[in-house]
């Protein structure tokens, strides 16, 4: 996101702005994220996350520093994992574990959602064009404010979906195909950071090879479109 960060500094007002929805997105987005996690499992029969003291909206246990970065500079990141024992889910390890990471990227949905509503009923003007911020004054600050928590948790929610070990994607990916085939999906796991960090480098370095930056942004389209 640190594109137009240049087009900011030229309107301070937008650049406070931009920095609030960061920090809404961080305090927000991230930390609900995790809350919905540890609380799913506490509804499922797994205490773990709650006694740990992650069953709170408190964002100062679910931050990750690295995972703040990415999202200040790249739109998405990630939150500490919440701990989760799958066999003391009461549905089963499979099954449960499934819904418990489900949990979060829909909380960044909802929350998206939410942002979404005044900029959808026309109550203030969607001002999402980064290459006009400089101009932008009134309503629309307002309004870049709120696109940009809509932008923020999307990005979230669409990232935390990749079907790649730690992501939730993953989790549910393995919880709702056949146990055979969830088995060897497991298998591959351990590999499963490499493959994230250097898909994330490779198209950062070559970005025409930014497959992973493909999927995400044209999803988010998709998810943007309607929700605005």
């Known amino acids: ?15 406070i702005a931009y920095l609030l929805a960061v920090g809404v997105a961080i305090l927000g987005g ?4 995790e809350f919905c996690h540890a609380w799913a499992a506490s509804e499922l029969g797994d205490d773990t996350a709650a006694r740990q003291g992650r069953l709170t909206l408190n964002p100062v246990v679910h931050i990750d520093p690295m995972g703040v970065a990415a999202l200040v500079l790249l739109g998405f990141g990630w939150g500490r994992p919440t701990p989760v024992n799958p066999y003391a889910l009461r549905i089963g390890p499979q099954r449960g574990n499934a819904l418990v990471a489900i949990a979060g990227p829909a909380s ?10 005044p900029l959808r009923m026309g ?28 932008l923020f948790n999307v990005l979230l929610g669409i990232f ?21 085939i969830a ?6 796991a351990p590999y499963g950071p490499g493959i994230l960090i250097t898909l994330l480098v490779v198209g950062f370095l070559v970005p025409d090879l930014a497959v992973l930056h493909w999927i995400i942004w044209g999803v988010m389209d998709v998810v943007m479109d309607l929700l605005l």
Not at 1 to 14: E, H, K, R, S
Not at 30 to 33: E, L
Not at 129 to 143: C, F, K, N, Q, R
Not at 183 to 188: G, P
């Open 30 to 33: 991230i930390a609900f994220h």
């Open 123 to 150: 109550w203030v003007p969607t001002f999402g064009d980064v290459t006009l911020i400089e101009h932008a004054s009134g309503m629309e600050i307002v309004g870049f404010f709120l696109f940009m928590i809509v």
């Open 183 to 188: 088995q060897q999906l497991e298998r591959l």
């Open 1 to 15: 996101m640190i594109w137009f960060l240049g087009d900011l500094l030229n309107n301070p007002p937008a650049l």
């Open 108 to 117: 960044n949905f909802f929350f998206a959602f939410l942002a979404a509503i």
């Open 160 to 180: 935390n979906l990749i079907p790649l070990h730690p992501l939730d994607g993953f989790k549910v990916v393995t919880g709702v195909a056949p146990r055979e």
